[in-house]
């Protein structure tokens, strides 16, 4: 399985982007899959998680109600739309797919991951 982030850029805060997240192989479908996101010199942190139907998400407090974790199975796509944009958002995001359904915040658990987006938010 390989995970391909793309979307990230500069943006000035207040704004919006959409990530998104393009899985080769054939299980994609079939597992959740989540984003996190490192900024410098902090640790990697859970941002939202999506069950493999799309009928369950789950969000980091920080990002609740700003932004959206969706996918396209057809497409093997996970996507990330982030509204209201903030200084503290700026980082690399990474998309990942967890080896069973669920949603999860536990990143350790998802086994593949994508190779990072740059995210950056300026005022």
């Known amino acids: 399985v390989q995970l391909q982030a793309s979307g990230g850029g500069p943006v000035q805060a207040g704004g919006s982007l959409r990530l998104s997240c393009a899985a080769s192989g054939p299980s994609f479908s079939s597992y959740a899959a989540g984003w996190f996101r490192q900024a410098p010199g902090k640790e990697r942190e859970f941002v939202a998680s999506?069950?493999?139907?799309?009928?369950?998400?789950l969000y980091a407090d920080s990002v609740k109600g700003r932004f959206v974790i969706s996918r396209d199975n057809g497409r093997n796509a996970v996507y990330l739309k982030m509204n209201s944009l903030r200084l503290e958002d700026t980082a690399v995001y990474f998309c990942a797919q967890d080896h069973q359904s669920g949603v999860r915040v536990d990143g350790t658990q998802y086994n593949y991951w994508g190779q990072g987006t740059q995210v950056t938010v300026s005022s």
């Open positions: 999506i069950s493999w139907s799309g009928d369950y998400t």
